[in-house]
Structure formats: structure tokens, C-alpha cells
């Protein structure tokens, strides 16, 4: 495989095929393209291009965002999920405050250094924002480069990485502007060289594509072993009163931390029953109506929501009502939104 050639076709094709994204229009900004490069990690375009605007009106700045308190953090990031990285987004804006003097550095290693910065998004940042020659590699650009070399491999296996790593080093080092060489890898991945329907006609590396004159596109690379899912069982209790609903917010660690809910009851081995929830919330559990029921899955849990309305519950320490039209101010989960439209309160 000539690199040299295949960097430069890919450097040229994305020049001119380029999705128009918002965090590309200012992609010199550090700022912007760490919150950019965080939101996207794991989650799908679309949802990222509702989300990345609003958070950076919100908070335009490296300073603004370290001095928010993590509450409003976390309401800018709900319903973009996997919200640790709203949580080490905030610790890294803190990070470059501190130590940093509010510049985003531009060293790989002083990136690396910061709170929730791996090497991927180190390497995004000084590679596409300080046009360093660094390598990055994430699924889109793993999936690629094993299907230019008909690997297959699992893409998540520690060699098929370390693998990666070194080819995505050797291509950066062939480029000639390996800024646009890496956004080019990924832009690939995510338009033409997807997971299912892969767009080979469409594709400028097919003639150097091994996959494509093997035939085994749609099979490289091999599923990932399922993660185990532990299954959970949730009662959650939607008690309004004049305009407000009932929140508690959730302990600082485990799932959905610190974030907002409806009071909710969880148990590892089944629902929880009516006079169990009557107890922890203080009331007689006659009170409670069922409204309906739902499972919300994520990567590692099977939950399996149980959704009640019950009328005059009283506000504690730990619980207060909140008025509705705050409520996409405050942090909550997008299983507990989808409770409160059970509720029909959303
Ligand atoms: S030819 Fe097809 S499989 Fe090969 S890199 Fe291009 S899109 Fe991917």
C-alpha cells in the first residue's frame, strides 16, 4: 500500500466532500473543539449538532465553564448520555484553568495530563486545532484502516488497537497536511466506510482497498463480544402540585450520578412493591396509580421502569418540588424524561 498516495487522495477527497458541521466553521478555537470532540465521543452526529450550539451560547468560554456549577453542566449535557464525560469535561476546563492559565495547551503530553483526556482526543485537538503531526484513532478510523488490510479482527481487541495506532502514525507521517488527514480518516468512517451499507462506490480509497477486492467488507471487523447486561427494576413516583413535580437528585457516584429524578425505588431481584414504596415515601400506598411501564436499556443495564402518579407527597431534605418550566434547566436522565412523559407531565 503506497501511503503517500492514499494520503493524498483522502487529504483531496475530503476537501471537497466535507460535511458543513458548526464545530467545523471554527475548528481554531481549542475550546470549541475539545467541548466538540468530547460530545462526540459515542454518541451520533445528530444529537451532537442539537447539543453543541446551546452549550457553547451557554458557555462560551474555557473560564465561563470551569466556574459553572456542575448542576447546570449536566442540564447543558442532558440528552446527549454517558454523562461522566459532561462531569470530566468540566474537571478538564478546571484543569486548564489551574494549571494552564485558561489555554488549552497545545503539547499531546499536557493534554494527556488533563482530566478526561485520552489519547484520542489529546491527539484530535493538537492534530486538528495546532496542526501537529499526531496520529488519532477511534472506531471509525479503526473500522477504515482494517478494511484497507482485510483484517479480521475484533476492533476493540488490545493488538487490533495498538495495531491501529501505528498504521494511523505511519499515515500521518506520509500526509502532507495531516490535520486534514485525520479529520479525513474519521469523516470516512462515519459517511462512507460505516458499519452496515458500506458506500464503497462513493469510497476514494477503493482501489487501495483490500477489503473491497477481497469481498469482506461487511464483515470486518468481527461483532464485539456483548457486554453482560445486569437487568434492574425501578418504581418511579411522579407526585405533582400546582405546576411543580417532585425531584430528589441522585448520590454523587454509580449510575446517573448526581443527577435529577422523580423519587425513584430500585431493586436488583424485582419491582418493588406498592407498600414499599408507600413506606419510603411516607404515604399510604392506596395513593399510588400505575401509568404505565417501559425498559430503557443502556450498554450495561436492562432497566425496567414501573411509573406511578401519586398525589400529596411531601417535600423532604432530600426531595423538592421544582416547577415544570424549569425542569430543561435541571439535569435529568433520558430514562427518568421518559418517565415524566408517562406522567404525562413532559
Ligand atoms: S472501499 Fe469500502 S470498505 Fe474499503 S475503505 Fe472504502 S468504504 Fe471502506
Known amino acids: 500500500m503506497n501511503d503517500a498516495k492514499l494520503t493524498r487522495q483522502l487529504e483531496t477527497w475530503f476537501k471537497a466532500n466535507a460535511r458543513d458541521l458548526p464545530w467545523r466553521l471554527d475548528s481554531r478555537d481549542p475550546y470549541h473543539a475539545l467541548v466538540s470532540e468530547c460530545m462526540l465521543q459515542q454518541t451520533q452526529v445528530s444529537r451532537v449538532l442539537e447539543k453543541y450550539q446551546p452549550f457553547i451560547d451557554r458557555f462560551p468560554t474555557v473560564q465561563s465553564l470551569a466556574q459553572a456549577p456542575e448542576e447546570e453542566v449536566l442540564a447543558m449535557w442532558a440528552g446527549l448520555g454517558y454523562y461522566r464525560r459532561a462531569r470530566m469535561l468540566h474537571a478538564c476546563a478546571q484543569g486548564i484553568v489551574k494549571n494552564h492559565a485558561g489555554v488549552v495547551p497545545n503539547d499531546v503530553k499536557q493534554l494527556e495530563d488533563l482530566p478526561g483526556i485520552g489519547r484520542y482526543t489529546a491527539g484530535a485537538i493538537a492534530s486538528m486545532v495546532f496542526h501537529q503531526r499526531e496520529p488519532i484513532v477511534d472506531g471509525n478510523v479503526t473500522r477504515v484502516l482494517l478494511r484497507?488490510?482485510?483484517?479480521?479482527?475484533?476492533?476493540?481487541?488490545?493488538?487490533?488497537?495498538?495495531?491501529?495506532?501505528?498504521?494511523?502514525?505511519?499515515?500521518?507521517?506520509?500526509?502532507?497536511?495531516?490535520?486534514?488527514?485525520?479529520?479525513?480518516?474519521?469523516?470516512?468512517?462515519?459517511?462512507?466506510?460505516?458499519p452496515k451499507n458500506v458506500r464503497c462506490d462513493q469510497c476514494p480509497l477503493q482501489s487501495h482497498c483490500q477489503a473491497f477486492a477481497s469481498g469482506t467488507t461487511e464483515s470486518i471487523p468481527l461483532p464485539k463480544p456483548r457486554a453482560k447486561q445486569k437487568r434492574m427494576y425501578c418504581a418511579t413516583i411522579v407526585s405533582t402540585q400546582e405546576g411543580s413535580v417532585l425531584l430528589e437528585q441522585r448520590p454523587a457516584s454509580g449510575m446517573w450520578a448526581n443527577m435529577f429524578q422523580a423519587p425513584t425505588i430500585e431493586r436488583d431481584d424485582r419491582q418493588p412493591t406498592s407498600a414499599e414504596i408507600g413506606e419510603v415515601l411516607g404515604i399510604d400506598h392506596q395513593q399510588l396509580t400505575e401509568l404505565g411501564q417501559f425498559t430503557h436499556i443502556t450498554t450495561h443495564r436492562i432497566v425496567e421502569f414501573v411509573v406511578y402518579g401519586a398525589d400529596g407527597v411531601q417535600s423532604t431534605q432530600s426531595r423538592a418540588y421544582r416547577t415544570l418550566e424549569t425542569l430543561d434547566q435541571v439535569a435529568i436522565s433520558n430514562a427518568q424524561r421518559k418517565a415524566m412523559d408517562v406522567a404525562g407531565i413532559l
Not at 501505528?166 to 474519521?186: C, G, I, K, S, Y
Open 148 to 194: 484497507l488490510h482485510n483484517k479480521s479482527v475484533p476492533q476493540t481487541d488490545k493488538e487490533t488497537i495498538k495495531w491501529a495506532w501505528q498504521r494511523a502514525t505511519d499515515l500521518v507521517l506520509a500526509a502532507d497536511e495531516p490535520n486534514v488527514l485525520n479529520e479525513a480518516m474519521m469523516e470516512l468512517g462515519a459517511t462512507c466506510c460505516t
